[in-house]
C-alpha cells in the first residue's frame, strides 16, 4: 500500500515550514515570559525593614512560570522534529508511523495548550488582584508600593499571553495534520 497524502509536497512544506515557524515563536515567548517573571524582584523599606517581592510569594506566578519554561523546552523539541521531518519528507514514511507521531504531537500539543492558557488566566488573575487590590478582602493593592515589580510582571504575563495564543495556534495545526491524514486515500500498488 502507498501512502498519498491531502496536500502535495509543496503544501505539505509549508505546512511544515509554517510549523516550525509558530514553534520557534513559542519558544521564544515562552522562554521570554519565564525568564521576565523568574527575575522580577523589588525591595522595599518599610520603618527600616527590607521587605523584597519576588514571583514566589505569588504561587500562580510560580505556575506561570514553570508552564511557560516548559512550553519553551517542549516547542524547542518539537521544532527539531519539525525540522528532521521536513528533511525526511522526500522519503517515503510508512502511513502507520505517520498516524502515530500524528496523535502523538496531537496529544501534546493539546496538554501544553490548556496547561499554558490555566496558567496565564491564573496568573492574570493573580495581576488583576495585585493591581487592583479587593476591598471586601482587605487587601491592599501592592502595585502601588512595587511598581517595578509589577510593571516587569506585567511584561512577562503578556509574553505569556502571547505565547497561550501560539500555543492555541499549533494545537489547531497539529488537528489539522493529524485529520488530514484520515482524509488520505490508500491505494494499493499492483
Known sequence: MAFTSLLGSDAERKVAVAEVA??????????????LV???????TF????????YTDMKAMVLLVAAAAAAAGYSLLQAARCCCCVALLRTSIRPRARLLLAWCVFACDQALAYALLAAVVAALQASVVAKQG??????????ALYGAFCR???????????AAVDAALLAFLSAFNLFRLYGAKATTTT
Open 134 to 143: 479587593l476591598p471586601q478582602l482587605q487587601w491592599m493593592a501592592i502595585c
Open 22 to 35: 509558530l514553534r520557534a515563536v513559542l519558544c521564544g515567548l515562552g522562554a521570554l515570559a519565564a525568564a
Open 47 to 54: 520603618f527600616s525593614l527590607q521587605k523584597k517581592a519576588t
Open 38 to 44: 523568574a527575575t522580577d524582584t523589588q525591595t522595599r
Open 152 to 162: 516587569q510582571a506585567g511584561a512577562g504575563v503578556a509574553c505569556a499571553v502571547a
